[in-house]
């Protein structure tokens, strides 16, 4: 039996968790009704400008020169170096792709300096609303997928609790931009499905000792084999946890605009998975009645028993 380095009755606090969880998720719903979700240009249509200065420019700089040419609804980003800015122009400002690829540019070198044009994108409203529903059911299918594979490799009560586990933390993800304001673009719907990985990678672990440990331990109580699974592994759980947010941490505070929305969503999602494993996904297994008798095969008559 592994080494228990923890003693925590985890599931003592499970019930004043609980309730953090649903507070959390209610917040969370009501800032996507309430609130809606900010929808970057990749999902409300728009036109991208990136161009390319001589010399590393102030983001105030450009967005002024922008604004001073008809363009104040035009959202400004730096595009991996300080002298590239990635000009976002949300649909419904008059003019052609071309037509305000051409104003950016005048804008943009009104003061003289020579800009280069990189690239210009469109996309259109429809082909927004697609990307939408693409991402929503890409969440959904990558949710449900996950719940037969856990269904399949444990039992189909685990898969109960790792489907909720998935959609709280997901919930809580998407309602933090919502309610905070963030950019909801495609990088953000990338960042809620790494989450989602991550977050059943560290949910098996401790479903995976879950099992190993109820032979183990016969005539303990599934509250007790729960406790003692989450308690051996939660050295690796901290480790992991910690390392993914420290190498975050840095991506939010200094990896810049263009992937900020990204690095923020994800250190909030690891988070709440992190808590998920243990107050959702594991404390789920409880209420459906799981006991050693469902996990220890059954001896065949006639045969020989150690």
Partial sequence: MAQQTFKVDFMRYAPVMLALSGVLVLVSILALAVRGLNFGIDFTGGTLVEVQYPAPVELPQVQAALSGHGLEGAVVQYFGTRSEVLVRIP???AGSTGELSTRVLEALGSGGQNITL??????????????????????????????????????????????????????????????????????VVAAVLTVIGYSINDTVVIYDRIRENFPRMRKASTREVINRSVNETMTRTIATTATVVLALLPLVLFGGDAIHSFSLAMLIGVLAGAYSTIYVASWSLLPTGLSARDMIAPVKEGAQTP
Avoid: K
Avoid at 119 to 147: C, S
Avoid at 177 to 183: I, T
């Fill in 91 to 93: 649909a419904g400002m």
């Fill in 118 to 187: 990189q690239r210009v994108e469109f996309v259109g409203p429809q082909v927004g609303d697609e990307l939408v529903t693409n991402a929503a059911l890409a969440l959904l299918y990558a949710v449900l997928a996950i719940g037969a594979y856990v269904a399949f490799r444990f039992e189909y009560r685990f898969a109960i609790g790792a489907v909720v586990s998935l959609a709280h933390d997901a919930i809580i993800t998407v309602g933090f931009c919502a309610l905070v304001g963030l950019e909801f673009d495609l990088t």
